[in-house]
């Protein structure tokens, strides 16, 4: 099985920064596709926020672009979200996503993390 957990969340001003890290524990796995970052404000859908790819390719929502960066230390197992210029908008829960293959016979599946909260204060 696969474990992630989220930091960095907190309350922050507008205008202002914060980096989330996303640390992944798991056994053997046959092979990880991708990692990503999705949110899910109140009273809304959770929605996709970046991905990136094992070849260090990413995506972004284009509102997003220019303010968010997503990153990986492989060494550290890490993936961190990169916030910054954020609005009260961006206040959500943010969690860390993976896709993950856990066995050839086995079909790629999503894992999550619990979520860490966010909040842009105006």
């Known amino acids: 099985q696969v474990r992630l957990v989220e930091s960095g969340g907190g309350l922050v001003q507008a205008g202002g920064s914060l980096r989330l890290a996303c640390a992944a524990a798991?056994?053997?796995?046959?092979?990880?596709?991708?990692m990503a970052w999705y949110r899910q404000a109140p009273d809304k859908q959770r929605e996709w926020v970046a991905t990136?790819?094992?070849?260090?390719?990413?995506d972004y929502v284009d509102s997003m672009k220019g303010r968010f960066t997503i990153s990986r230390d492989n060494a550290k197992n890490t993936l961190y979200l990169q916030m910054n210029s954020l609005t009260p908008e961006d206040t959500a829960v943010y969690y860390c996503?993976?896709?993950?293959?856990?066995?050839?016979?086995?079909?790629?599946?999503?894992?999550w993390g619990q979520g860490t909260q966010v909040t842009v204060s105006s």
């Open positions: 798991s056994g053997s796995i046959y092979g990880l596709k991708q």
């Open positions: 996503n993976a896709v993950v293959q856990l066995a050839p016979e086995f079909p790629e599946m999503p894992f």
């Open positions: 990136i790819n094992n070849d260090d390719t990413t």
